[in-house]
């Protein structure tokens, strides 16, 4: 009998809706069929958003993986070696709240790195409080990325039966073009497909998007889809990949979304998640690939503004959960 994967679910920004989508997300018992989850953050936090929500599952501390639980109603928190949260500033952009959330996000991958966890699911940080923490990084993908000694980790997008990644993401826009190479487009065209293969695709079909207006339209606004990008289709078709574009993109996902597509390769950050986010919340979620353990977070940020109040939607949360069991790939422990 397989084991069901070990999930460990970093708390995210202490005082965003974190903790309380959590809360909300482990109290379903279908959950805990599916994978042994645990919690990489604050044990009197997670009480506390409990009590706030009414909620009777137990938040109980461990000081170790081997010490874990793993039962429904008795959530296992392990805290960070050598970290302690302390008092809490009110929700908004603080270095301590970045720094925990960048502790608990690297403790995870540090078990994950020793084949101790199967999939990693966080919940929303705030990017702004991980650089005034002194994560000098862009984002937490490139800090992992780092952290692990991944070469290309990527950003898996998933938005209802549509999936995207870009080949560039959180750099100045005025950088894109220079990082639009015909062996990058190659390269996210076969990361796409082996992932929707591993989700269950048969032959999936891939569209890749142009980056200038009408796709260029034959090189008067710009060459960049002769140049670069229909070669890397080519490329990937020659592998019996089987991929169309490039594909205008004010076009793209709408084709995508009446069944013409299972994915779209897009060129940069907006291009791919303003599509996505116009689409059902609860059907949205963000994976990361290309590290020791599959990653996956919220489609959406820590809402410091309703923190607190117990109206936080868990949909996201729960379907990064989702993804995560279902491309988690159990490690001998």
Sequence with gaps: ?????????????????????????????????????????????????????????????????????????RIDVMNPPGFELGALPPPAVHPKLGEAAGRYLEHAYELAMRNRVDGVVMAPMNKESFRAAGYDYFDELQFLGELT??????????????WAVAVTEHIPFKDIV??????????????????????????????????????????????????????????????????????????????????????????????????????ARSDIATLWMGLPVIGATTAHGTAFDIAGQGIADPGSLRAALDYAIKLAEPQAL
């Excluded at 000694?149 to 549509?162: K, M």
């Design 149 to 162: 000694g991944s070469p290309e980790p990527f950003i898996l997008g998933a938005a209802g039966p549509v």
């Design 1 to 73: 009998m397989i084991e069901k994967p070990i999930i460990a679910i970093a708390m995210g920004d202490p005082v965003g809706i974190g903790p309380e989508l959590i809360a909300k997300a482990l109290a379903d018992a279908g959950l805990h069929a599916r994978c042994r989850p645990f919690i990489i953050g604050d044990p009197q936090v997670m009480r506390d958003t409990a009590a706030s929500l009414g909620s009777e599952l137990r938040f109980c501390p461990a000081d170790a993986l081997a010490s874990a639980k793993f039962e429904p109603a």
């Design 178 to 279: 220079g990082f639009i190479t015909r062996d990058r487009v190659g390269r996210y065209i076969e990361q796409l497909d082996d992932v929707l293969t591993k989700l269950g695709y048969n032959a999936p079909r891939i569209a890749v998007a142009a980056l200038n207006p009408h796709g260029g339209e034959g090189g008067l606004f710009g060459r960049e889809e002769i140049d670069v990008i229909a070669p890397a289709v080519h490329d990937a078709a020659r592998a019996d990949i089987r991929v169309a574009g490039p594909v205008p993109a004010d076009i793209v996902f709408k084709r995508a979304l009446d069944g013409d597509f299972d994915g779209v390769v897009c060129m940069y950050h907006d291009q791919m998640n303003i599509a996505r986010k116009l689409q």
